[in-house]
């Protein structure tokens, strides 16, 4: 299984705060997103413009985890 890079990281955290789910343009660069399937943290499902991307179980775990790693004590 490949490894969360930074942008990954942020990328989960940035769709959880917009409620667990984003729209993507089909047109737009989906190489992250792709690495979010990759992961099992998101799943992909496309129409004619836009791509949704839905966060898994897994995404919303990790998400929260990265949260609370990166709060201040």
Do not use: S
């Given at each position: 299984m490949p490894r969360p890079e930074e942008q990954d990281k942020q990328l989960i955290m940035d769709i959880h705060a917009f409620g667990g789910s984003m729209r993507v343009a089909v047109d737009a660069p989906l190489n992250s997103f792709k690495r979010l399937e990759d992961l099992g943290w998101a799943e992909g499902r496309a129409t004619?413009?836009?791509?949704?991307?839905?966060?898994?179980?897994a995404g919303i775990r990790a998400a929260k985890q990265l949260r609370q790693m990166r709060r201040p004590a």
């Open positions: 004619k413009k836009a791509v949704l991307y839905t966060l898994t179980r």
